[in-house]
């Protein structure tokens, strides 16, 4: 076992194991760069996943103490759980549903596209969809993103059926997506077998998580330290302005400093923020790298919602891959429909227990215990769509809460912007559409869970008066700071986040590796 | 959001001990109903009976019928139901203010009722149950209902929910992933064959 010393100022430092930190860690060590990984939540495997929604839940989830403010609903129905996301080894590439899909060329120049929208902070990213091409195929292949790179399809599950005849009978097209779940055996990973449990681990490991293939990956090389347990507290920087380490807790809850050649944050994007305002100093008196006052804001989730449908016949659609069918007929632009950005229809399911804690929360009565009664006749899809970034929705640290550790925790605030009230209107009515086309009995919309799709709070910018970092992820104030997270986003775009995420961080350890390389980090 | 575990058993056997036998009172019990046989078939004996820790058999009693109002499942059996109050008395037992929150909440539901709130008819009954929706005893109680109720292999069992399909035969290639009959199958492009099949 690789193992540092405290003291090592050789060492790259990436706080955070899921789909930036664990793929930027193996891509550092795959270059010969020294990387101690520190990953707050406990590592687990294929072998120790639960298919059981509520003890996955309490094994994966980031369950420390966050509060909610802001006119979102999920701030009345789960207000010390705005997000979805996981404390364990791998991260949310643990929880994730593998949809992996391209930005579309336009999302990159939002600004200059949607223009000035009242109440929107966009802004055009410092990239274009051209520079990031090679690193979306690398992604993909490492991934293993079916139908890409001549990988077969996922075959359609129950609740694929429903929806597939239900688009087509209103003229979308819909087919199983570009998913990284293994379609056939591939890199010594399994192939799917449909169990139906992708939210709580997958059991085959045929999806893809960085638990399973960038972190062993990286451990085969002797360059990577993982230590588990650590819950970083703040990062240090010398009189210089430069970073010089991070304190943290470790597993024991003893207090460690590990010092650094550079830190690279991936907690995701309200954890990022935070650790970057609870590092205020003297010289950074409104926290690290944070001269723009954009960090922690322009929080974005997505506009989702859910679109759950009766029938007569049974479905099942909790039988097989909770996410897999795709329809992209919404996800272009098309300000005539009343709003801009495009939303996506994917397939989803929930067991019988998170379909209570879910379908109305708070709800109860006939017409809830209605659709409980009709739960194996019900199929069900997720919407996706490019919500507007907002100064105001915001991850600030809390005047009085403190976590386990007496660290400030995080408040999460999110108010809907017009336009994704728009956004979200539309795709309720074109689902219901969808599915009363083949004979729905009753249609329930349902409202947005709480986040796992985090984004936008340290966003990047050419310029360092109106972003956090540049377009290597880099913060334009600290030069050995990096954000390699979701939390770099200038905007959100329509699409599932993680393939671009993954693809980010591949590009930032080329430069990082080069910069050290040139000794000019 | 917490996690509470129910398992099949919590309930089936009626393992009453002496001390609560003696005493007379802090017990629920019930048989299954005759129409439940999917439940019929998981449990161990069609009895089943319910140690309360905390609450008396009365207010466990009125808050059974309670959780039916609350998520009213005409067909779904009372020994279902029972794994909400396990809960609830389980919260009362570890907390007196939890404990207090309930009880009153009972004599609230008696008083409504116009004295006996578990014989009152089914309309009284959603009546009552209505106008304290909101209040932090309806909270706690409909808060409670929504994990335990629908988190348990007889709830399962009795929505068709196939649970931990890790434990129950594997994932669904083999069995049933895709048997939906009623729709036309897609085309190869859109849901290609599966591997190995």
Known sequence: ?521 | MSEHPVSLGALAQPRVSRRAFLKGSGLLVGTLWASSSVLLALAPSPSWALELKSLDQASATALLQFCRRIFPHDKLDDAVYALVVKELDEAAAKSAETRTLLTEGVAGLNRAAGGNWAAALVEKKDAVTASLAGTPFFRKVQGTAVVALYNNELAFAHFGYEGNAFQHGGGYLMRGFNDLKWLPNPTVQASPAAFGV
């Open chain 1, 1 to 521: 076992m690789t193992s540092y010393k405290h003291d090592d100022n050789s060492v790259v430092v990436i706080i955070g194991s899921g789909a930036g930190g664990g793929t930027l860690a193996n891509e550092l060590c795959q270059q010969g760069v020294k990387v101690v990984l520190l990953e707050a939540g406990k590592r687990q495997s294929i072998g120790t996943f639960i298919n059981d929604e509520w003890a996955a839940f309490s094994q994966l989830t980031w369950n420390d103490k966050r509060t909610t403010s802001g006119s979102w609903r999920v701030a009345r129905d789960f207000p010390n759980l705005p997000a979805w996301i996981c404390k364990t080894v791998g991260g949310t590439t643990t929880h994730w549903a593998g949809a992996s899909l391209r930005f579309q060329e336009h999302e990159f120049r939002a600004r200059s596209v949607y223009g000035g929208l009242a109440g929107a902070n966009l802004l055009d990213w410092p990239l274009t969809l051209q520079e990031l091409e090679p690193y979306y195929a690398r992604a993909e292949d490492k991934m293993g993103v079916t139908r890409t790179n001549d990988i077969p399809g996922l075959p359609g599950n129950n609740n694929f059926k429903v929806f597939y005849n239900g688009a087509t009978k209103i003229g979308y097209g819909a087919t199983t997506g570009r998913m990284a779940i293994n379609s056939q055996p591939r890199a010594n990973r399994a192939s799917c077998q449909q169990f139906g449990f992708c939210f709580q681990g997958c059991k085959t490991g045929a999806k893809w998580s960085t638990l399973y293939t960038e972190i062993p990956a990286a451990e085969e090389t002797g360059r990577l330290e993982l230590r588990e347990g650590c819950h970083v507290a703040r990062i240090e920087h010398d009189a210089a302005g430069k970073a010089t380490g991070v304190v943290y807790f470790d597993a024991n809850g003893k207090e460690q400093r590990q010092k650094a050649r550079v830190v690279c944050v991936a907690g995701n994007a309200i954890e990022t923020p935070r650790l970057l305002l609870m590092s205020a100093s003297a010289k950074f008196p409104d926290g690290l790298a944070n001269s723009s006052g954009q960090v922690g804001r322009n929080y974005m989730r997505h506009t989702t919602g859910s679109v759950y449908a009766t029938f007569e016949q049974p479905v099942h659609m909790y039988r097989g891959t909770t996410m897999a069918g795709i329809v992209q007929d919404e996800a272009h632009l098309d300000t005539k429909r009343g709003f801009v950005g495009g939303y996506e229809l994917e397939t989803l399911s929930l067991g019988l227990p998170f379909m209570a804690a879910f379908l109305d929360p708070g709800g109860w009565g006939k017409g809830f215990a209605e659709a409980m009664d009709n739960y194996v006749n019900m199929a069900g899809l997720w919407i996706v769509g490019e919500d507007m970034p907002q100064e105001s929705n915001r991850i600030t640290l809390h005047a009085t809460e403190k976590d386990q550790w007496g660290l400030p925790v995080p408040d999460v605030h999110y108010d809907d912007h017009p336009n994704d009230i728009a956004m979200r209107k539309h795709a309720y009515r074109q689902s219901t559409a969808l599915y009363e086309a083949v004979g729905a009995k009753k249609v329930y919309e349902v409202p947005p869970y709480p986040s796992t799709h985090n984004l936008g709070t340290c966003r990047m910018s050419a310029r360092p008066r109106d972003g956090v970092v540049n377009k290597w992820g880099q913060t334009h104030d600290v030069p050995n700071l990096f954000i390699s997270d979701g939390s770099q986003y200038t905007t959100g775009a329509t699409e599932n986040p993680t393939l671009t995420i993954v693809t980010l961080a591949i590009r930032q350890a080329e430069y990082i590796a080069r910069q050290m390389k040139s000794r000019s980090l």
